[in-house]
């Protein structure tokens, strides 16, 4: 798997949330031979035991469930522990999420559907609204609790965590709540991590404008998830297949900034290279 990264071109790999406990010898293996670096993993990596997909959610940091939420905390310490293992400088974090019925879906299929901005999608988009404000405040809060308990522990290990933006419409912080989200964790242990594909989703539904919210967020912008969207949500396609304007965002984008591109497997070597390409033709060689 490293090896096929590496051959692509690539110096660096993110370590994601599907990577199966049983795979972290031969990781380790090739780190310490230098055959590839990790630059960064996204929790929870490795997989929670029993697990075998990726489950990102399984455990959620927002619960009411105070054992789901010590879940969640334990499996990350495991992950801020293969970090240190591979020297990678940073986690990617998903916050939580409102318990309420997953509207995304739906609203993007009407969205594909010729839709948006008909008086039954308006309503579906007020509803979300209404339901979100309604239930927030106790599992923000303990999506808060939970993260400002990981920063003691990552802050030692020298571990950045990268907060990032979620296209499904249940999950926090919600669009108009991350400056107060980040505002409370103030500890530059914390940082924003901006996934272009599912900005770009949201910005698809009428929730954001996709450039204004990377700037909104750029004081604390640390790096990307790289991946454009095919009309209306079909992420993980390659730079330049889709219709993110790579242009527009390009003047928040800095060198030191971290770019991982999160590709679908299902694309050929051919595609992704084009993609990288398009993308360095436009942001540059960093």
């Known amino acids: 798997m490293l090896r096929e990264i590496r051959d692509l071109g690539f110096e660096y790999a993110e370590l994601s949330h599907g990577i199966r406990i049983s ?12 055959e590839i670096k990790i630059s960064t993993l996204h929790n929870f990596c490795p997989l929670p035991m029993g697990v075998d997909r990726a489950a990102p959610n399984i455990y959620k940091f927002s619960s ?9 905390f334990k499996h990350t310490l495991k992950t801020l522990e293969t970090a240190v293992r591979v020297k990678a400088k940073l986690v990617v974090l998903h916050t939580g999420c409102v318990d309420m019925k997953d509207y995304t879906d ?7 559907e010729g839709k948006k901005g008909t008086p039954k999608f308006d309503k579906l988009c007020q509803e979300v609204r209404e339901v979100r404000e309604k239930k927030k405040g106790r599992y923000m809060e303990n999506a808060l609790e939970s993260i400002r308990r990981i920063v003691d522990e990552a802050k030692p290990r020298g571990i950045k965590l990268g907060i990032e933006n979620r296209e499904a419409l249940e999950e926090i912080p919600f669009e108009s709540d991350y400056a107060m989200f980040m505002k409370e964790l103030r500890d530059p ?3 924003y991590w901006h996934d272009t594909g599912h900005a770009q989703i949201k910005e698809n539904l009428g929730f954001i404008n996709h450039r204004a919210h990377l700037e909104s967020m750029s004081e604390r912008l640390y790096g990307f998830h790289v991946h454009d969207v095919e ?6 396609r390659p730079p330049g297949k889709g219709t993110i304007d790579w242009e527009a965002l390009k003047p928040l984008v800095r060198p030191d900034h971290l770019k991982v591109f999160e590709l679908s497997p ?16 436009i942001w540059g060689p960093e």
């Open 266 to 281: 299902s694309l050929s070597p051919e595609d992704a290279k084009g993609g990288i390409e398009k993308l360095k033709s």
């Open 23 to 34: 795979l972290l010898p031969g990781i380790f293996e090739a780190v310490e031979a230098g």
């Open 64 to 72: 009411e469930d105070r054992r789901e939420r010590e879940s969640a």
């Open 189 to 191: 242990t914390v940082v």
């Open 231 to 236: 009309f209306p949500g079909r992420d993980h």
């Open 106 to 112: 739906t609203l993007v299929d009407m969205v594909g």
